[in-house]
């Protein structure tokens, strides 16, 4: 047991740590540019990743194909669930889209690696990208009322994992320039993020407290039960399994905050889901980590 309190904090440890100089940052450091970090990341560093990390891995394309389709899967389940439940309550249908898209990126993918390795971020990835291409697309449309096809066909996260799906089935081996190009800009999107997620976090506060811990308990549980009941009904196992189970059940994406802001609504509620769920996070995350690591 111990030894197992040992693994899990080590994992978790350097995530919290960079996460720990956002929020310094927040109250010590100058002003932090979230928006031009967060264009950044999206438009530059996570493509680099993706493509890098789509070209490269020795994972079957097959394998990594059918975690984007279990994160499919997910979001479709989550959202139908949340959707029936917001409205059975009387609440605002589009919370489905917090209830939905969780932190995949500035915590998933630095956890899976931590945890599993090269491979564990692989799948992460795969994962990671079906959710960014879903909130850019249906989600942004949702908050912003509209519907913009031609922005996401332009996306540079579906371009880099195009092309890093083509590049890995044409057989040719990477060229050394440019691998060596994408892995560098790839680097920085894990410690930025953990950073940028530690300055949003702590500029956030929980209003509506009642509400906020009892939506927050919802997304949990909810997330929690269509993360294990799907990865035993896809026969998911070791590192895909685990993957999956992380990616599902990590709090609510700073990035829903984000998007409401820029389409100029009222962020109130999801961002004290978002503060309650990476709060409460603390606590379930080591205990998910340990089921997972001692299966």
């Not at 394998?63 to 059975?88: D, F």
């Not at 605002?92 to 630095?110: E, F, H, I, K, Q």
């Not at 308990?217 to 294990?228: D, G, H, N, P, Q």
């Not at 961002?271 to 690591?293: E, G, K, Q, R």
Request: proline residues 4%; neutral net charge.
């Amino acid at each position: 047991m111990i030894s197992l309190t040992i693994e899990v904090l080590s994992i978790l440890a350097p995530s919290a740590f960079l996460a720990l100089i956002g929020v310094v940052w927040f109250f010590r450091g100058p002003e932090y540019p979230v928006k031009f970090v967060t264009t950044l990341v999206v438009d530059v560093g996570m493509p680099a990743l993706m493509f890098y990390t789509l070209a490269t891995s020795q994972i079957a394309i097959l394998e990594l194909g059918r975690m984007a389709y279990a994160a499919l899967l997910v979001h479709i389940a989550v959202v139908s669930l949340a959707i029936i439940a917001l409205k059975i309550a009387g609440k605002d249908w589009r919370l489905c889209v917090a209830m939905s898209v969780g932190n995949t990126g500035n915590l998933g993918l630095p956890i899976c690696l931590f945890a599993f390795g090269d491979e564990g971020l692989a799948y992460a990835m795969a994962y990671f990208s079906v959710q960014v291409l879903l909130l850019f697309s249906l989600g942004d449309s949702v908050y912003a009322g509209r519907a913009n096809i031609a922005k996401t066909l332009r996306s540079p996260v579906l371009i880099s994992v195009l092309f890093g799906v083509v590049f890995r089935l044409s057989g040719f081996e990477l060229p050394e320039v440019i691998a060596d190009t994408t892995k560098l800009l790839g680097q920085l999107v894990i410690p930025i993020m953990l950073i940028t997620l530690g300055v949003s976090l702590a500029g956030m506060q929980a209003k509506h407290l009642p509400s906020a811990l009892l939506w927050s308990s919802f997304r949990i549980v909810l997330t929690m039960s269509v993360a294990f009941l799907l990865a035993d009904f896809l026969g998911f196992t070791g590192v895909a399994r685990g993957v999956l189970i992380i990616e599902t059940v990590v709090p609510v994406a700073v990035f829903n905050f984000l998007l409401l802001v820029r389409h100029d609504r009222d962020p109130t509620e999801v961002s004290s889901l978002i503060l309650v769920t990476h709060l409460a996070a603390i606590i379930y995350l080591p205990i998910v980590l340990a089921i997972l690591l001692h299966q």
